[in-house]
């Protein structure tokens, strides 16, 4: 049982590039989440799913876009990554019928954008 | 003005010190009420539920105040292990999340 798991680990592109984060989950959890952490800044929601097939925006989701591909993967795409997009991204489920404070997360991906 | 606000920073505090850190949210509609803490570079872990009549758990004491709108996080005898930084986090829904207070505790 590996948890939440996100690849790459740390990734370096140029504005304009685009790329995809991957995060992956065994714990059979229905939500997931993706995240963003700037410095000195909380987490701030980018999108989420709700269960397979369906995704919404969170409070951030200009510039990305997600897929849930079945109910282990969410991915994350920047299709023109801007160094604003600069970033810790941090993955998250939560267990079928489980609270909302129960968010397993990822060890995170950090982006830089130059 | 932020959804959650919390005290700047950074604490720090010799061991066994007892430290207090505040957080204030503004949507009077949140129903759940946390803290976690997060390590240098690591994801954020729960650390505690906040409970309307207050709740504590070994030397970590939290307390809300619905009508001010006003979490707080108390640590008691304080530890090298505990200096990290602290995010205060409410929902109804969705969790927002405070910036963090950074904590040291100094031997």
């Known amino acids: 049982n590996a948890g939440v798991t996100q690849t790459p680990k740390f990734q370096v592109l140029k504005t304009g590039q685009s790329m995809t984060l991957q995060c992956a989950q065994d714990m059979n959890h229905n939500s997931m989440y993706w995240y963003r952490q700037d410095p000195g800044m909380g987490l701030r929601l980018i999108y989420y799913s709700a269960s397979e097939g369906t995704t919404d925006k969170g409070e951030v989701p200009n510039g990305y876009n997600v897929s849930r591909l079945n109910k282990r993967e969410f991915s994350l795409r920047l299709e023109s990554a801007a160094p604003s997009q600069t970033s810790v991204y941090f993955c998250?489920?939560?267990?079928?019928?489980?609270?909302?404070?129960?968010?397993?997360f990822g060890p995170g991906t950090r982006l830089t954008v130059l | 003005r932020k959804e959650v606000e919390q005290d700047p920073g950074p604490f720090n505090v010799p061991e066994g010190a007892t430290v207090a850190f505040n957080c204030t949210y503004s949507?009077?509609?949140?129903?759940?009420f946390f803290w976690y803490r997060q390590d240098c570079r690591k994801e954020p872990k729960l650390l505690m539920s906040?409970?309307?009549s207050g709740n504590e758990d070994g030397r970590f004491t939290a307390q809300l105040n619905r009508a001010s709108q006003y979490i707080s996080l108390l640590i008691r005898d304080s530890k090298l292990s505990d200096s990290a930084t602290y995010l205060c986090v409410v929902g109804p829904r969705q969790l927002t999340f405070g910036s963090g207070t950074q904590l040291t505790v100094l031997p």
């Open positions: 906040v409970y309307s």
């Open positions: 949507n009077s509609a949140s129903q759940s």
């Open positions: 998250a489920s939560i267990p079928p019928a489980g609270r909302v404070d129960t968010q397993y």
